[in-house]
């Protein structure tokens, strides 16, 4: 067999994890547990560096996010060298650290809109999940981006803590300005992993929520578009994880790890490339780590005589990994897995009382590593 | 009804993307990718040209295209779906 491999095709977009530092401790946080210290952060220099070659490979769309982004000061100029190679920008903040003067330097550089994480729509319940007294910030900063003319997206990671309060989350969009909001039940990676049984919502508050968004889409239509991420754990599918392993987006992660996925440190052997070292069109195209789970020739059954294996890619390699002790195994979030019952016995299992928990874990510190409960 | 002068919502950006020969629409959230000649119409919506100059500067370039039956509603599709105002 000597047919020249088919090219790869360009990834469309990036996720730039430009530090790991944030001021939020939310307990859903997907960041690895070993978060990267702010002096292994990659210079402003490597990261204009790493978007000239992100948009010679055919990126075309970049959001910047963290950690917090906002805690690097050159962040506007890190805008303009992605803006400056063509690429669209998308800021994905906490809000915090947000004012007038730094905005205006942003939309200078050329960021083209923002999204804003919201961790509930009760101001005393948002700042005990997210650690910090944040939610008086975040309203500010959503009026201060409408202000501006920028285009203003809330996100919101839905748990057990805030999926009572789904209505109201909701009514923020509307009311602070957004024209989308984006409604993600957790994904147990990093931080999240650890606190998973704090976290997991029952089968009924799903039920009650899928109705609520059904609702609000009919109230909203045409004002707000409502994006609901599937809970995998609860549907018996698996998610298209990235649109596929390295066919759509790379993360580059603060210390400049180039990733296929955000949470796929986790993957053991993986040994992702870093932008320092290699270029990054032989890291999309050729290296070991984005070659992987390229395409359909690695998978095992059942994915690899189902139907659906171009449609779901076999779900997520990271859970697999998580939940199987095999990152080449179907997801188990899939009921064909033979691991499916992890998932069932996880999601149908009565909900701890809280006392029985410990203290959820939170992401502290870069330099830190895992509070212990 | 004052004139309409195209031009692109905030947040959208229309781009000749070089590595794919295309050209496309980013939005916030969003890549469209533009075919035929909907790259080369968008171009005009720079906000200085209402729709009769965009139809006749197009019917000058294409003797003969349908573009003044179908560009209006073209552009009036584009402005439902939030990427020109």
């Excluded at chain 1, 939610?135 to 803590?161: D, F, I, S, W």
């Amino acid at each position: 067999m000597t047919a020249p491999p088919a090219p790869v095709p360009p990834p469309w977009a990036l996720l730039a994890e430009l530090t790991h530092a944030c001021p939020l401790h939310c307990t859903y946080c997907s960041n690895p547990v070993e978060l990267t210290r702010r002096s292994r952060e990659l210079t402003l220099a490597q990261w204009q560096d790493t978007f000239r070659q992100a948009a010679d490979l055919g990126v075309v769309s970049a959001h910047l996010s963290g950690g917090e982004p906002l805690l690097r000061q050159d962040l506007a100029e890190i805008v303009a060298a992605a803006d400056g190679a063509g690429i669209h920008t998308q800021l994905i903040t906490s809000g915090v650290g947000l004012d007038r003067d730094r905005l205006a330097r942003l939309t200078d550089a050329g960021l083209r809109s923002v999204q804003l994480s919201v961790q509930h729509a009760d101001p005393a319940d948002g700042d005990r999940i997210a650690g910090h007294r944040a939610h008086a910030a975040k309203e500010r900063a959503a009026a201060l981006v409408t202000g501006a003319g920028l285009p203003l997206g809330l996100n919101v990671v839905l748990h057990r803590h805030n999926l009572g309060a789904l209505d109201a989350l909701i009514g923020l969009a509307p009311a602070w300005g957004a024209d989308r909001i984006e409604l993600a039940n957790t994904q147990f990676y990093g931080w999240a992993f650890l606190n998973k049984a704090e976290l997991l919502p029952t089968r009924a508050q799903l039920a009650e929520a899928e109705a609520t968004v059904r609702r609000r889409r009919q109230q909203l239509d045409g004002r707000v578009e409502i994006i609901w991420v599937v809970p995998d754990h609860f549907e018996g599918t698996a998610k298209p994880c990235m649109g596929g392993w390295g066919a759509v987006s790379l993360t580059v992660t603060p210390d400049g790890t180039v990733l296929p996925c955000p949470a796929a440190a986790a993957i053991p052997g993986l040994d992702p490339p870093n932008i320092r070292d290699h270029p990054l069109r032989r890291i999309w195209e050729h290296s070991a780590a984005f070659t992987r789970y390229r395409g359909t020739a690695w998978m095992q059954d059942p994915c690899r005589s189902c139907a659906l294996r171009e449609r779901d890619f076999g779900g997520c390699r990271c859970q697999a990994y998580a939940l199987t002790g095999d990152a080449a195994a179907t997801d188990p979030a899939c009921r064909h897995s033979p691991h499916h019952t992890v998932i069932r016995d996880l999601v149908d299992a009565p909900a701890p009382p809280p006392q029985a928990l410990g203290r959820p874990r939170r992401p502290g510190h870069p330099s830190r590593r895992v509070e212990t409960p | 009804m004052t004139a309409w002068y195209p031009g692109p919502a905030p947040g959208v950006l229309l781009r000749a993307d070089r590595v794919r020969g295309v050209d496309l629409l980013l939005l916030p959230e969003r890549v469209v990718v533009l075919e035929g000649a909907a790259g080369e119409v968008l171009r005009l919506c720079d906000g200085t040209r209402d729709v009769p100059r965009i139809v006749r500067e197009l019917t000058a370039r294409h003797p003969g295209a349908p573009v003044a039956t179908e560009v209006p509603a073209f552009l009036d599709r584009v402005r439902k779906e939030g990427w020109l105002r």
